[in-house]
């Protein structure tokens, strides 16, 4: 529960929405929601392509990360939404071979409805960073 020296804010990222941002005393969680396969027009990127929607996703995860200043080794969970769970391990191997430095607990979510049409993927994650002053 957040105490009265927390607070709570939503900041429109590009390029797929909102990061919602808790902060404390001590530390600055944030939460970024659902990053898709998409380029700066929002358009699906690597249609068709696995591999290359994941590495797409997790670009534009890392780049709203950057802009908030977040840094990979900030990241504490990321979470893979798939169109079919057979998808799961290449999924995952995607991931890991893309962003080796990141040592985040990774899940794998089953899902429909994915954003854009035609995605086969999404990625969702969580950071925290400790000391971020005021402002960043």
């Given at each position: 529960?957040l ?5 709570f804010a ?43 929607q ?33 998808l ?11 962003f ?10 089953e ?8 995605a ?17």
């Amino acid at each position: 529960m957040l105490g009265a020296a927390s607070t709570f804010a939503q900041a429109q990222v590009p390029p797929t929405g909102d990061v919602q941002v808790f902060r404390n005393a001590l530390e600055t969680v944030f939460v970024f929601p659902r990053v898709g396969p998409v380029d700066k027009k929002g358009e699906l990127v690597a249609a068709a392509d696995l591999t290359g929607q994941v590495r797409q996703a997790l670009v534009n995860l890392r780049l709203m990360a950057s802009r908030v200043g977040v840094a990979p080794a900030h990241f504490v969970t990321l979470t893979i939404y798939g169109a079919d769970s057979s998808l799961r391990e290449v999924l995952e191997k995607s991931a890991r071979e893309a962003f080796s430095d990141w040592g985040p607990a990774t899940a794998f979510v089953e899902a429909k409805n994915l954003r854009p049409t035609g995605a086969l993927v999404e990625v969702e994650a969580v950071a925290v960073v400790r000391g971020l002053k005021p402002g960043k």
